[in-house]
C-alpha cells in the first residue's frame, strides 16, 4: 500500500465522519422542530356552556373549589359551564389568559357566535369578548352588540 492509497483512506474516513455529523445535526434539529410543532399547547379550545336562553355577562373567577382547566372531551377542549346567574369558577383562570380558540353554546347546543365589540350592527347578537377586570377575572357578554357596549360601558 503507497501513501497515496493511505491519504485516500484517510481522507474518505474524515469525510465520512463529516457527513455522519452533519446528518446527525440534521436529525437532531428536525427532531426539536417536531416537538415543537406537535407538543400540545395548555390551551388551544375552550368550550364554555351556557343555561339555555341566558343573556348578560359572564364572569369567570378563580375559585380553589372551581372547575378543572384541562381538556377533558375526545376532541381536546376544555369544557366550562356557566352557572344560571353568569358565573363560571375555574380552579385557575391564568391558563384561559393566553391565546386560545372560543366555542359557546346553550345546554341544549345552539351555538352562540363569538365576536369582537368593533363596529357590527347593533341588534347583532352573540358572545362578546371583555377584559380582564381584576388578575382573578374575566368578563365577557351574551346579548346583542347594543346591550354589550352599554355594558362594558358602564365597567
Sequence with gaps: ??????ASRIYRRALRRKLALVVAVLLLGIVIVLLIL???NEIDEVEFVLPDGYTGPVIVRQSPDGQSV????A???????VSA????????VT?????HAIHVHYEDGTPIKVRQLAAQPPQEFGWWEGFDVQPS???????THE?????????
Design 85 to 92: 346567574s353568569g358565573h363560571c369558577e375555574v380552579s385557575d
Design 95 to 99: 391558563k384561559l389568559e393566553s391565546w
Design 70 to 73: 384541562v381538556k377533558d372531551d
Design 137 to 143: 377575572e374575566l368578563v365577557s357578554f351574551v346579548g
Design 75 to 81: 376532541r381536546g377542549r376544555i369544557i366550562l359551564r
Design 1 to 6: 500500500m503507497n501513501a497515496q492509497d493511505t
Design 147 to 155: 346591550e354589550a357596549k352599554v355594558y362594558f360601558g358602564s365597567r
Design 38 to 40: 406537535y407538543t400540545p
